[in-house]
Nanobody
Framework: QVQLVESGGGLVQPGGSLRLSCAAS????????MGWYRQAPGKQRELVAT???????NYADSVKGRFTISRDNAKKTVYLQMNSLKPDDTAVYYCNADLRYYNGRSNFWGQGTQVTVSS
């Protein structure tokens, strides 16, 4: 059984910072791309940032310069450092991983972690 478990969400004031983590577990052979997505109430899920196995990154324009994605391959973990947070960043954040496991290759999602930016 493969699982992605996110942590690190919470309530923060505008201008504050949070660091999200997402750890993959189970019978995993390789992890290719990993990423963070978010979904605000009444909106579609959108890409926040992605990172390849080699460390190449891609960001949504709305978070460039404020968010940093990174990964620790040995720990099978992806991180999202979020600085200068704005109320518009309020959403449920989901991690995603493209990985090879005992039953083939597939895309997996975490359960989501709530981030609320409010004074």
């Amino acid at each position: 059984q493969v699982q992605l478990v996110e942590s690190g969400g919470g309530l923060v004031q505008p201008g504050g910072s949070l660091r999200l983590s997402c750890a993959a577990s189970g019978s995993i052979f390789s992890i290719y791309g990993m990423g963070w997505y978010r979904q605000a109430p009444g909106k579609q899920r959108e890409l926040v940032a992605t990172i390849t196995s080699g460390g190449s990154t891609n960001y949504a324009d709305s978070v460039k310069g404020r968010f940093t994605i990174s990964r620790d391959n040995a720990k099978k973990t992806v991180y999202l450092q979020m600085n200068s947070l704005k109320p518009d960043d309020t959403a449920v954040y989901y991690c995603n991983a493209d990985l090879r496991y005992y039953n083939g290759r597939s895309n997996f999602w975490g359960q989501g972690t709530q981030v609320t930016v409010s004074s």
